[in-house]
């Protein structure tokens, strides 16, 4: 099994910045894909950002893009979102999840950080 745990969360005005962190244990991460997602109050849950192992391939949500850049160490089992230009509207609990590459589904996730954006 795959534990993660997300740190950095907090309070922002809008237009500021804020790092994610996720560092994983349990197993090597030279299988995995890393994604994170967000869910907003009273909202579904939403794909923002994923990235491969070499980090040579990440994608980004269309409301994200531009704005967060998503990266990985592996040697310290740790991937980052980095967060510019926050929106009020980018408030929510923000999970980093892992799959192997040829899974269909996310098969980890972590408990979560809270991100609120003050107007």
């Known amino acids: 099994q795959v534990q993660l745990v997300e740190s950095g969360g907090g309070l922002v005005q809008a237009g500021g910045s804020l790092r994610l962190s996720c560092a994983a244990s349990?197993?090597?991460?030279?299988?995995?894909?890393m994604g994170w997602f967000r869910q907003a109050p009273g909202k579904e849950r939403e794909f923002v950002a994923r990235i491969s192992w070499s980090g040579g391939s990440a994608y980004y949500a269309d409301s994200v893009k531009g704005r967060f850049t998503i990266s990985r160490d592996n040697a310290k089992n740790t991937v980052s979102l980095q967060m510019n230009s926050l929106k009020p509207e980018d408030t929510a609990v923000y999970h980093c999840?892992?799959?192997?590459?040829?899974?269909?589904?996310?098969?980890?996730w972590g408990q979560g950080t809270q991100v609120t954006v003050s107007s």
């Open positions: 999840a892992s799959k192997s590459a040829v899974a269909s589904d996310y098969e980890y």
């Open positions: 349990g197993r090597t991460f030279s299988t995995y894909v």
